[in-house]
């Protein structure tokens, strides 16, 4: 069995108790390196060709949108549309918050749980999102359980962002990046939240998708109780 610690020994899990903002990842440590001017055009075409798609989808459908719909909501030729996101699927599973969770992780302190780490990274991304942005991710994870085709390119997405989480964690404990641990640990953790995630949308939105996340994390980190 894979340990959530990889670099540090096990310790007894307990119930999570939510912990206080000032604790987690503070938001000096999730922010990136400002990107220069080309790339802030190519972040903005990004997102003018998500929202534009996004409100597409919801008005008429997911597989009623075409790619040369969206290009001319978002006032770009659908060879724009293409060279960002290949396959319209990329649209709804692409986003700008990679480089956030690299950074927080990479912020964390090395000896803490890998599992732990994640958690709190995750929620205070989440925190961060603005109220716009998270009735996108609202969007996003409803087409996801919505639309196999969508479901079908999944796999391809989280291969690469294991890829990615791996290559963060590596640098922490100095294991190599494709480390079969760390594989497992990274792959396991971005499941655990893309299902809270779901969870969250599809159950039950009364509140935020945190306590889920946490549940999740739990699990996790102490394997199922009976």
Request: glycine share 4%.
């Amino acid at each position: 069995m894979v340990s959530a610690r990889t670099a540090a020994a096990p310790r007894p899990a307990a119930p999570h108790t939510p912990t206080a903002p000032d604790t987690l990842t503070t938001p000096k440590a999730l922010t990136t390196p400002k990107p220069g001017l080309r790339e802030r055009k190519k972040i903005q075409t990004r997102q003018a060709i998500r929202r534009a798609a996004y409100r597409l989808f919801d008005e008429h459908g997911y597989e009623a949108t075409s790619i040369d719909r969206i290009a001319e909501a978002a006032e770009v030729s659908p060879s724009t549309v293409v060279r960002y996101f290949p396959a319209k699927e990329d649209i709804v599973l692409t986003d700008e918050y990679d480089a956030l969770l690299s950074a927080g992780l990479r912020a964390r302190p090395a000896d803490e749980p890998v599992v732990e780490s994640i958690r709190r990274v995750a929620i205070e991304v989440l925190r961060g999102i603005a109220a716009q942005d998270r009735a996108g991710l609202v969007q996003r994870i409803r087409l996801i359980h919505e639309v196999p085709a969508i479901r079908g390119r999944t796999a391809e997405h989280a291969a690469r962002h294991t890829t990615l989480i791996s290559t963060v964690l590596a640098e922490r404990t100095g294991r190599p990046a494709d480390d079969l641990e760390l594989r497992v640990i990274s792959a396991a953790a971005l499941a655990a939240l893309q299902e809270a995630l779901l969870s969250w949308v599809t159950k039950d939105r009364r509140t935020g998708p945190e306590p889920l996340i946490h549940q999740a994390m739990d699990v996790l980190t102490r394997g199922l109780t009976h």
